[in-house]
C-alpha cells in the first residue's frame, strides 16, 4: 500500500465518523462559550498620562536643554517606582480596594515613557465596575506623583508628577468576546484531538478497508462492491445503487473463465454479509429467467426463510438425514424463478456434526439432482472463522466466493479463509465486499451510472450491455498472467 492510498482510507475513515466530531463540537462549544462567560469579568482598560517637570526652568538655552534631559531620564527611572508594588499598595488602599493577591494585581498597571520624552503612559486593567477604576487610577497617580517627589527630593534640580490627563476609560473588553475566543480554541483542540485519536486507530485497525488492499493481500479480484443501504435519507437512490452491484456480480457470475454452476458463498467471519450476499446473487440471477436454488447450509444460525418471509416445512437437514424428499425441502418464493432450501428443520441438529453431513455422498448427490433441474445452484456456508462447513461445501461446487465486510473483516481471518482455499485446491471467483463505500472501486463506479435504468421487473437494454461489457472484462483478467489460480 502506498502512501497516498493510506492518506485516502485515513480520510474515508474520519469522513465516516465526522458525526462523532460535529457531536463533540455541539457539546464543547456552547458549554466552554458558557463557561468562559461566567468566569471571565468586563475588563475596563483605563489610561492617563504623567509628565515628570523639574521645579526650576533654565534661564538659558543650555540650560533648558540639560533640564529637559534630565527630566526624560527621571521619567525613565520613575517607571519603576510607579510599578512598584507599595505605590500599587498604597493606590489601592486610598480607594478601599481589598486585592487578593497584590503580586497578580500589579501586573494590570504598566507603565511606559512616551516617544522617549518626560512623559508617561500609564495602564489599568480593571474588572467589573469602570467607575471604581477611574478612582484607583486617580489614586495611582497621586501616590506616583509623591513617589517621585521624595525619589528626587534631594536632587538638583527636583522632579515632581504633574497629572496630564487624570486618567480616562479607553476601551472594554466584552466578556462574550473573550468567551467565543476560548471556545473557538476548546473547537480547535477538540477537532486536532479527533484527528489524532483517528491516526492512532487507523494505525492500530486491522480490518480491510478498500479494494486494493483486498487485492494486494489476496491476488483475488473484487468482482463486486455492494453498498449500504441508507435507512435515512436517499433511500431509492441506495436501493437501486444496490441492485447495480448485484447486476455487476450477476455478470461476473455469468462470464468467469468457465462456467459455473454451483457456487458457495463463504465469508471469514461472522456478520459479513454473506447471507445477504446469497440472497441478492440468487434474486439477481432469477430476474434472467435462469432457474436458480438457493441453498441454506448454515444449519446452526438459519436466517433466509425469515429475510425471504416464508415458513419452511423441511429443511436441508431433514432432507440429508433421510426424514423428507427432494420435493418436500424445496420451497417457492414471491420470484417464480428463485426456489430455497432452507436450514429451518424438524431435526435436532443440536447432536449432529453437520460438517460430516455436508461433506457426505448425500450431499454429493443432492448438488448433482439439483444442478441437473437448476441453471444455478447458490450455496449459504457459515463462517470459516466459528465451522469447517464452509471447506466441505467448496469442495464440492464449481466456484466460491468469499464475502468480506469494509471495517469489519480481520485481515488474518482473511489471510487464514485464503489459505483454507488453497489447501481446498477450490477455484475462488472473486471476492465481495460489503457496506462498501458508494464510489469506491472500478465496479462500483460504472454501475452508478446505471442507477436510474434499474428494471425491477426484468433486464433492460442497459443492464443487458452492462452484462456484455462485463462479459469481456472478466474474460480479458482470466487472460492476465500473473494472477493466482484459482
Known amino acids: 500500500m502506498n502512501a497516498n492510498t493510506n492518506i485516502a482510507e485515513y480520510l474515508k475513515l474520519c469522513a465516516k465518523r465526522l458525526s462523532v466530531l460535529w457531536l ?15 468566569a471571565t469579568p468586563v475588563q475596563y482598560t483605563l489610561t492617563g498620562t504623567l509628565t515628570i517637570q523639574s521645579d526650576v526652568m ?6 533648558q536643554y540639560n533640564i529637559s534631559e534630565l527630566s526624560r531620564s527621571a521619567a525613565l527611572t520613575s517607571i519603576a517606582l510607579i510599578e512598584n508594588s507599595d505605590t500599587v499598595r498604597k493606590a489601592l488602599e486610598d480607594s478601599k480596594i481589598k486585592a487578593a493577591n497584590l503580586a497578580d494585581f ?32 486617580a489614586n495611582l497617580m497621586k501616590e506616583a506623583d509623591f513617589a517621585i517627589r521624595e525619589k528626587f527630593a534631594n536632587s538638583n534640580p527636583s522632579f515632581s508628577g504633574a497629572v496630564t490627563d487624570a486618567g480616562r ?29 483517528n491516526i492512532f486507530s487507523f494505525a492500530a485497525d486491522r480490518t480491510l478497508r478498500s479494494s486494493s488492499k483486498f487485492e494486494t493481500m489476496t491476488r483475488i479480484p473484487v468482482i463486486a462492491a455492494i453498498p449500504p443501504v441508507a435507512r435515512m435519507i436517499g433511500t431509492e437512490r441506495s436501493v437501486n445503487q444496490v441492485s447495480n452491484a448485484y447486476r455487476v456480480l450477476r455478470s461476473a457470475i455469468k462470464y468467469s473463465r468457465r462456467g459455473v454452476r454451483s457456487i458457495a458463498v463463504c465469508s471469514p467471519s461472522p456478520r459479513d454479509g454473506r447471507t445477504s450476499v446469497a440472497i441478492g446473487l440468487s ?20 436466517n433466509i426463510s425469515r429475510e425471504l418471509r416464508f415458513d419452511p416445512v423441511f429443511g436441508l437437514g431433514d432432507l440429508l438425514l433421510g426424514k423428507a424428499n427432494l420435493a418436500a425441502t424445496i420451497n417457492k418464493t414471491s420470484n417464480r424463478n428463485l426456489y430455497v432450501i432452507t436450514a429451518v428443520n424438524n431435526v435436532n441438529m443440536n447432536s449432529i456434526d453437520v460438517c460430516d453431513l455436508l461433506d457426505s455422498e448425500v450431499f454429493t448427490e443432492l448438488l448433482k439432482a439439483v444442478e441437473s433441474q437448476f441453471d444455478y445452484v447458490i450455496i449459504d456456508t457459515p ?4 465451522l469447517p462447513d464452509a471447506a466441505a461445501v467448496a469442495g464440492k461446487v464449481d466456484g466460491s466466493l468469499i464475502v468480506a465486510q469494509y471495517g469489519h473483516t480481520r485481515t488474518d481471518m482473511m489471510k487464514y479463509a485464503i489459505d483454507v482455499f488453497d489447501s481446498l485446491d477450490s477455484e475462488v471467483i472473486g471476492i465481495v465486499t460489503t457496506n462498501s ?33 462485463f462479459g469481456v472484462v472478466n474474460m480479458v483478467r482470466s487472460k492476465l498472467p500473473g494472477k493466482k489460480k484459482q
Do not use: C
Open 58 to 63: 533654565g534661564e538659558s538655552i543650555s540650560d
Open 437 to 469: 463505500p458508494r464510489r469506491s472501486g472500478a465496479f462500483g463506479s460504472v454501475s452508478r451510472y446505471y442507477r436510474t435504468r434499474n428494471s425491477r421487473s426484468g433486464d433492460s437494454i442497459i443492464t443487458t450491455l452492462l452484462d456484455n461489457f
Open 106 to 137: 500589579k501586573k494590570r498597571v504598566s507603565v511606559r515613557q512616551i516617544n522617549d520624552s518626560n512623559v508617561l503612559e500609564i495602564t489599568v486593567v480593571f474588572d467589573s465596575d469602570g467607575v471604581l477604576g477611574e478612582t484607583f487610577m
Open 283 to 302: 434474486q439477481a440471477l432469477a430476474d434472467t429467467n435462469a432457474m436458480v436454488l438457493l441453498i441454506e447450509a448454515d444449519m446452526h444460525r438459519p
Open 169 to 197: 476609560i479607553d476601551s472594554i473588553n466584552s466578556p462574550w468576546l473573550i468567551s467565543f475566543g476560548a471556545a473557538l480554541t476548546a473547537v480547535g483542540i477538540t477537532a486536532a484531538a479527533f484527528f489524532i485519536f
Open 383 to 386: 463462517a470459516i472463522e466459528l
Open 24 to 38: 463533540m463540537i455541539a457539546i464543547v462549544f456552547p458549554v466552554v462559550l458558557i463557561f468562559a462567560k461566567i
